[in-house]
């Protein structure tokens, strides 16, 4: 073997100078002598240094790109130690090259022995195989080898997508090569090669990412054995481009010379690259073992290794960027368009001329129509076979004579006119359109069904049987069916019972199908005519004869309509081309339906009459052999076949010896016009070359459903030299020019000729797209014709008809040439040398990635050429692209085998990209593997890729493996912003004003303003109001606490919370042994205990502060937090219940904490009776009253201090605003332990004196009616809840509505329904709220949000007066460069924002730049800043900050305010805008948006993006999307899906979600990882905490479904 010959290297030209482009990079070209140097190493010696060498590579990476410059420097270093070594391998190569003698002629007579030794054992797998392009993918594929793969695997739950036994046992119909299969053979060629450079080290998605994107390093495709001197007639075509010729200088790959053949032979295991690939543990494996990430770091999870692997795949010099696309200050964000490469081959030929077949013969007994030829053989040769049916095993079983079918055409065409219907309404008129429904093993019914409508002259229209109800594009067809009229639809005996139906035994209606009546069509059935009945048989004209139906790239079916002229003249010519003459016998192996088969095998035969054996696709499944052996048991003179029953053939063929192929004249290949099909040729005729087969004698041929034959190969004379072969490169097909390959055998298509154009017909080549404009002789084009023999039109679709069957083609000037109207046959090629036909794609398969056309079959054949034995089936993969983000993406699927291991797929998938990357010089978008047998299949067994495509897009694939490559494909993202230096905030505040904008801020009534004739007013403390309560309403009661039941379980009035206040301070002197100013935590389940509790430490002196208690079944997650907050807050005591307390030191608590260290604990459920002597009094208004603690989103811990004056001001804001007093009732359901929430449930009913009826939420989870039944029940105008409670009754009441209405709840007494939140509103959570529950009388006005944060914990909230909460709608785009850019609803890109709510009195909001703390105009973003007498008077930290405090309590701004007022930073984004609407103060109403937290948003490619709406975008994607999170590890957007469908969708989402996001946020994701649906930690307010899920995620504790490393 000659696996470490021939340096493998691609050239590029860079900036003038020549240089090799190798694995890192490029340094300048080699002197001649170091040329022939290998550059590479065995795998064994090199795979030691190899991972060291990797690990320095990325342990000097710090951040941004490294530079090219620093990128060669250690190239250099790194490949010193290894030069030497080359020399040794130098002499094994020239001596190779010296054997290789030019031996054109023993080619022929090693083929057939070479061909016996690579076929593996004759398993049917190899079919689609060649050799030359396997060499090619396996040569690209080693200069990967050396690099060990550090891309990471996903990981996936054991669980997840095993397969049924039944799935396991019935691997897929592998010989499923439908009709468009074409792709598959042409997979042909390749093994050696791969060998031969497994050495050169480069991993390909560096290569693919660095940009030596110039090289073309493609699939090669050389020919075998051809004959020296033929090809050379090219060159006379095609300016400036020399053909090779292929006998003269030896070349290491070629099959040609005889000491090469053994060497070439295909390895039965070739090497594969070993990718050091992490392998995903599963749970049950011990995961405490340490890692090295590939920097070197050892990293306790496995989750961080892959990320780091993921990274490290990432960090080399980008592709060039693209054009500036962001230009900073623009309104307007310009989309990436990829720019045409400069480079690029242009043509350069002249403009073609038409080309001309030769003039159609007029022989004199040629039929005036078809049905004349069927009625002169019928009675004058009545005992003429005329077509012989197999049996299963591949037997004669029936042979129609001539005579028979003229007899029973009659009797059906007699009894479709006469008997179907009464004889004044006959069912079917001359011209109507009938289903023909005939199984393809029943050549014979189908035949007389044909002819028997033709003589009818009713229009027959072929389809398959339908299998299912729900077939793969059976509603298409059912369109096809209904757009044509169809009624009626002609089936046979057996068929008829063999189709699916109901339970009473009728035709199940199929899906999108009109209603048929179905007709039997057995002799039995049929009436014999009258002995004067005649069918009326008029000259062919340009009456329709039948419809043939095709389906295009979209997946809709369409009817080609042929007229009775065209098939006589294609007839016609297909006879003359192919020189028919009577009584031949043709052996048909194709579909008789449509296409070749039915006009060879049904209308040339019947002209000729000739003999037709007709081999159905089921025997060819079970015996591939039995069309040789009728060939050779009938002597047939004509075979018609695809590539595929030549690939099967060859792999029964050692079953049977004694064949003879002498007999045959012509070999007809039908999809000769499949680029991949001269390999299937060569190869068959090298192994039955020794049977007899004549090399002239095969045929290639080109079809197409509209066109119908567009050229075909004459037979040619024994002895002449055969056509020659045009050896293409594939860098310049994919710019649609013709260059001969010369520098890259790998990079070659090798096609051959589809002989001449057809006789009476002429063709010309037009551009694909846009006009038809005359392609030049050196451009790649859409093949069309203009003859009589093609369709005439779409049926029913008059625009698609004129742009595909009446073109005019035009000159570049853009005028017509000629008014010959030809017919565009969905076919790629050009016309070479001789007036010769070379096809190289068809349209369908054209996906056009950055202005490059690549063909599906080409891809499918290089993923096949990669060794897929063990992992794939070979007929089964679908290529096809999809629109993302502004260019199209190459999307692979293929049936992964049962068998297959998970390691075993992520090695074919991930060479499989490479092998794509290096040919191709394109990215796979997505790489996807699915259960066998579970691709939607077209009729013949092939795969029906639109539907593929369809489900693909939709989300129900379900795939079983998949890798997606955003990475390297996207490359016309926008240019990550780069941050302009700032302007500073005078220049702003000048310019807003010059502008005439004004400042944005915005303000509450002012509270000096406000008479009150309160009492109130006159005490300064909370504690002060509770006893002066106590005193003059003693019975008031102020707090009703409700169970689930909605029973009220705890009243407290204002004497018995006074009293019962009074004892808890007493314990607290009595037990604590507290003084004054000592904190104590309150933990306490929501209820009267907790506000009794709140108020006992005021009346003691002591600073309470309420932490929720810890839950008992989930201590190890809640009992740290309290924990924490009890040593943050240095408390001296814990007041508690029995209960809690006795949780606290259970053994429970033992391993989550340390129980013995609790400061002293008190339970407060059986108090003494025992007063305080005296209430403590603050000395002043500033002193601490209560410590608030909460935990952030981001997992921050923060507890702030509220001084007296501050909860004096709060309530009074509160109470202004709500307009509360002693008469009124409001309903809280909320969690009652921080922020807003804390302070109504304790403190604004003291201070206002109206009674609060306390609904704890966690009641709601065990009755969902609960809080909507108490506001019924009390008639409560004023309610607040969470998001997490309203979400609870959206989702929960749904459906419940009706119940709702029978219980008599209603809810038109509520006048405000608040929010209680510290985020953006959520618009779409209210709005779905009060449309639901508006038919039980819930204004839609009554909804609204509050707004708080840390600093202040009540900024905004709706209250009773003033106007509704605005509206408006954001451009996203904008908002990412921290603009506001205001849009029209319904614009794209546009993001929804409501007010949140009105701001209270006394507060004033300015916002401010977060760099330079200068104010900024109205409808501009920025941080908003409070002031406010209610403000928090700073953290309560363990370290007491003294600089963060005066950051962000007492901070100033930096220019333009001469009163120096002192503001609190909210660490909210926010604007300010003024409406057109009135305050309550008669002022115009500016509104407050809120747009999310700063210390939330991602920075991300230079922008600012918000969670919340990555998050929004991804929800909406599929159904069963529970929920979704988003956070950023070290540049990588991690996005978390909470999966609530079945686990066989997880791998649905990885494509969707990178898609959405791609296109919605020009983000590429990094992770997508689907978990069980509440794995996402969501706190009491409703608010997910990203970064305890990102935490989770990196200690890997989220035991994911799946997780998917997007590369």
Not at 1017 to 1040: C, G, N, S, Y
Not at 1201 to 1230: F, G, P, T, W
Not at 1429 to 1435: K, Q
């Amino acid at each position: 073997m000659r696996s470490s010959s021939g340096p493998v290297r691609e050239f590029v030209v860079r900036e003038g100078r020549m240089t090799v482009s190798n694995s890192l990079g490029s340094f300048p070209a080699l002197t001649k002598s170091e040329e022939k140097k290998n550059v590479s190493v065995n795998s064994e010696d090199k795979t030691k240094p190899q991972k060291r060498q990797q690990q320095q590579n990325f342990g000097n990476w710090k951040t941004g790109d490294i530079t090219q410059k620093g990128y060669e420097k250690k190239r250099s270093k790194l490949l010193s130690p290894y030069i030497p070594q080359t020399q040794e391998t130098e002499s094994a190569v020239q001596k190779e090259h010296r054997n290789q003698t030019p031996a054109p002629s023993a080619a022929q007579t090693s083929a057939p022995s070479k061909y016996h030794r690579t076929r593996s054992g004759g398993a049917r797998d190899e079919r689609y195989r060649s050799d030359i392009h396997t060499e090619a993918v396996q040569a690209a594929l080693a200069k990967h080898k050396e690099q060990k793969m550090a891309l990471p695997m996903p990981t996936k739950r054991r669980s997840t997508f095993v397969q049924s036994p039944a799935d396991a046992c019935t691997p897929p119909d592998t010989s499923s090569a439908s009709e468009d299969e074409g792709s598959l053979r042409r997979q042909a060629a390749l093994s050696a090669a791969l060998q031969q450079s497994l050495q050169n080290a480069e991993s390909w998605i560096n290569r693919s990412i660095q940009g030596s994107s110039t090289s073309s390093s493609a699939s090669s495709t050389l020919s075998h054995g051809e004959v020296k001197g033929t090809s050379g007639s090219l060159a006379d075509v095609f300016a400036n481009t020399r053909i090779e010729n292929f006998s003269a200088p030896p070349d290491v790959t070629t099959t040609t010379s005889s000491s090469s053949s053994s060497s070439s032979m295909r390895p039965a295991n070739i090497d594969l690259p070993p990718s050091g690939i992490v392998k995903g543990m599963h749970k049950g494996s011990n995961r405490s073992s340490l890692m090295d990430t590939a920097d070197g770091v050892p990293v306790s999870s496995r989750v961080s290794t892959k990320i780091q692997q993921l990274l490290n795949t990432l960090k080399r010099p980008k592709r060039p960027p693209l054009k500036e696309f962001f230009v900073d200050d623009s309104e307007e964000i310009v989309e990436g368009i990829p720019q045409p490469d400069p480079n690029q081959p242009k043509p350069e030929g002249r403009q073609m001329t038409p080309v001309k077949g030769e003039p159609l013969g007029v022989i004199c007994n040629w039929p005036p129509a078809l049905e004349s030829a069927l009625q002169r053989w019928g009675t004058t040769q009545a005992k003429c076979p005329c077509l012989t049916a197999l049996d299963v095993t591949g037997k004669p079983v029936y042979t129609l004579t001539y005579g028979k079918l003229w007899s029973r055409s009659l009797k059906l065409a007699y009894t479709l006119l006469n008997k179907l219907g009464t004889k004044n309404e006959p069912v079917l008129k001359p011209g109507d359109r009938v289903a023909l429904v005939y199984p393809n093993n029943d050549p014979v019914m189908f035949m007389v069904a044909f002819y028997g409508c033709l003589l009818a002259e009713v229009i027959p229209v072929p389809i398959e049987v339908p299998l299912t109800r729900k077939d793969a594009g059976g509603q298409q067809i059912g369109f096809l069916l209904g757009s044509c009229g169809i009624a009626l639809a002609l089936t046979s005996e057996v068929c008829l019972k063999g189709l699916p139906k109901t339970q009473n035994g009728e035709i199940v209606q199929f899906k999108g199908w009109p209603r048929l009546k179905w007709v039997v069509t057995d002799s039995k059935y049929l009436s014999k005519p009258p002995k004067d009945w005649q069918p009326h048989i008029s000259p062919a004209g340009t009456e329709p004869a039948y419809i043939e139906y095709k389906t295009s790239k979209e997946g809709s079916v369409m009817g080609v309509t042929v007229s009775r002229l065209a098939m006589l003249s294609h007839c016609q010519a297909l006879s003359q081309a192919c020189n028919y003459s009577e009584g031949e016998t043709v052996v048909n192996v194709l579909d008789f339906k449509k296409d070749a088969g039915l006009w060879h095998g049904m209308f040339a035969n019947v002209m000729n009459k000739m003999h037709t054996i007709s081999v159905p696709y089921s025997v060819m499944k079970t015996c591939p052999l039995s069309w040789v052996q009728r060939v050779h048991a009938h002597k047939a003179r004509v075979a018609l076949v695809k590539c595929r029953d030549l690939h099967w053939a060859m792999m029964a063929h050692r079953d049977q010896r004694d064949v003879s192929l002498s007999s045959l004249r012509m070999l007809i290949v039908t999809d000769g016009a499949n680029p991949w099909s001269v390999s299937s040729c060569d190869a068959f005729l090298s192994l039955f070359q020794s049977h007899g087969l004549k090399p002239e004698a095969i045929c290639p041929c080109a079809t197409s459903a509209e066109a119908m034959t567009v050229a075909i190969r004459r037979p040619g004379v024994p002895g002449a030299p055969l056509p020659g072969r045009a050896i293409l490169s594939m860098n310049g097909l994919s710019y649609g020019v013709i260059r001969v390959n010369t520098e890259d055998k790998n990079s070659a298509l090798t096609v051959q000729d589809v002989g001449h154009v057809m006789p009476g017909g002429m063709m010309c080549i037009v551009r694909p797209d846009g006009p038809p404009q005359l392609c030049k002789t050196d451009e790649i084009g859409e093949i069309c014709v203009s003859s009589r023999t093609g369709g005439m039109m779409y049926f029913g679709l008059a625009g698609v008809t004129k742009n595909t069957f009446e073109v005019i083609p035009v000159n570049s000037a853009g005028s017509p040439v000629g008014d010959v109207p030809f017919i565009r046959s969905g076919l790629l090629g050009f016309v070479g040398p001789g007036s010769l036909v070379f096809v190289v794609g068809k349209m369908d398969g054209l996906l056009m990635v950055s202005g490059r056309r690549h063909n599906a079959d080409d891809i499918v054949a290089t993923g096949l050429a990669v060794e897929s034995i063990k992992t794939v089936y070979r007929g089964r993969i679908a290529v096809f692209s999809v629109s993302v983000f502004y260019d199209e993406r190459i999307v692979v699927v293929a049936e992964q085998r049962p068998d297959a291991s998970e390691e075993d797929s992520f090695q074919w998938m991930s060479r499989v990209l490479q092998a794509i990357d290096s040919i191709h010089q394109v990215g796979v978008y997505c790489l996807a593997l699915v259960p066998a047998n579970t691709l939607p299949k077209t009729p013949l067994g092939g795969i029906h890729i639109s539907q593929t495509k369809q489900l693909f897009l939709e989300g129900s694939l379900h795939p079983c493996n998949i890798l997606m490559c955003p990475h390297t494909c996207v490359t016309n993202l926008p240019k990550p912003r780069q941050k302009q230096p700032g302007v500073g905030p005078a220049s702003v505040m000048v310019g807003n004003l010059v502008a005439g904008k004004r400042i944005a801020q915005a303000a509450g009534r002012d509270l000096g303003q406000i008479e009150e004739n309160d009492l109130v007013r006159k005490h300064q403390f909370l504690a002060e109001i509770l006893q002066w309560r106590a005193q003059a309403t003693p019975d008031h009661v102020l707090f009703m606490l409700l169970n689930a039941k909605g029973t009220t379980v705890c009243t407290a009035s204002c004497l018995q919370l006074h009293k019962r206040a009074e004892r808890i301070a007493s314990v607290l002197g009595d037990k604590g042994h507290l003084n004054a100013g000592d904190n104590v935590v309150l933990l306490y389940p929501p209820g009267i205990e907790l506000i009794a509790a709140f108020y006992g430490c005021l009346y003691a002196g002591c600073i309470p502060v309420t932490v929720r208690p810890p839950h008992a079944q989930n201590l190890a997650a809640t009992l740290p937090t309290v924990r924490m907050i009890v040593d943050v807050s240095k408390a001296a005591c814990i007041l508690t219940t029995q209960t809690l307390m006795r949780l606290l030191r259970s053994r429970e608590a033992a391993a989550a904490v340390d129980v013995k260290t609790w400061p002293t604990i008190i339970d407060t459920d059986d108090l003494p009776r025992k007063r305080l002597p005296q209430l403590y009094k603050p000395p002043t208004p500033e002193m601490l009253a209560y410590l608030d603690f909460s935990v952030s989103t981001t997992g921050m811990l923060t507890g702030v201090k509220m001084s007296h004056s501050a909860v004096n001001a709060l309530c009074r804001a509160i109470k202004l605003q709500c307009e509360l007093y002693s008469s009124r009732q409001i309903a809280i359901c909320l969690d009652p332990y921080c922020g807003l929430g804390f302070a109504l449930w304790c403190l604004c009913s003291v201070y206002s004196g109206h009674q609060s009826i306390l609904i704890p939420p966690m009641e709601l989870e065990n009755n969902l009616f609960l809080w909507l039944s108490t506001v019924n029940q009390y008639k409560i105008r004023d309610t607040f809840c969470s998001y997490s409670v309203m979400e609870l009754c959206t989702k929960g009441l749904g459906n419940q509505v009706e119940v709702l209405k029978t219980r008599g709840i209603n809810l038109s007494c509520i006048r405000t329904c608040v929010v209680v939140a510290e985020e953006r509103p959520r618009i779409a959570l209210q709005q779905s709220f009060s449309k639901l529950f508006k038919d039980i009388g819930l204004s839609p006005r009554a909804v609204s949000t509050t707004f708080g944060s840390r600093v202040n914990v009540a900024i905004c909230l709706q209250g009773t007066s003033g106007p509704d909460p605005t509206t408006v709608y954001v451009d996203l785009k904008s908002l990412r460069h921290d603009r506001v850019r205001l849009v029209e609803r319904g614009a794209p890109q546009s993001l929804l924002l409501s007010e949140s709510g009105k701001i209270l009195p006394g507060v004033k909001v300015v916002i401010v730049n977060p760099e330079t703390k200068g104010p900024v105009g109205d409808s501009h973003l920025g941080e908003i800043w409070v002031n406010s007498p209610h403000t928090a008077s700073g953290y309560y930290t363990i370290y007491d900050s003294e600089t963060l405090q005066a950051d962000h309590f007492n901070t100033r701004l930096s220019f333009g305010d001469a009163a120096q007022t002192l503001w609190a930073r909210t660490g909210y984004l926010g604007f300010v805008r003024r409406t057109e609407l009135t305050a309550a103060t008669g002022e115009r109403h500016d509104a407050l948006y809120v747009v999310g937290a700063l210390d939330e948003t991602l920075e991300l490619r230079g922008l600012r993006y918000h969670p919340i709406d990555i998050e929004t975008s991804v929800s909406r994607i599929h159904r069963s999307i529970a929920e979704c999170a988003v956070f950023t590890w070290t540049n990588l957007l991690v996005v978390v899906v909470e999966l609530c469908g079945s686990e066989q969708e997880a791998l649905d989402l990885v494509p969707l979600v990178t898609n959405v996001v791609l296109e919605e946020h020009y983000l590429i994701v990094g992770v997508v990882v689907v978990v069980d649906p509440g794995v996402i930690p969501i706190n009491s307010r409703g608010e997910k905490q990203r970064m305890h899920l990102r935490d989770s995620f990196l200690a890997d504790q989220l035991d994911p479904i799946y997780v998917a490393y997007n590369m």
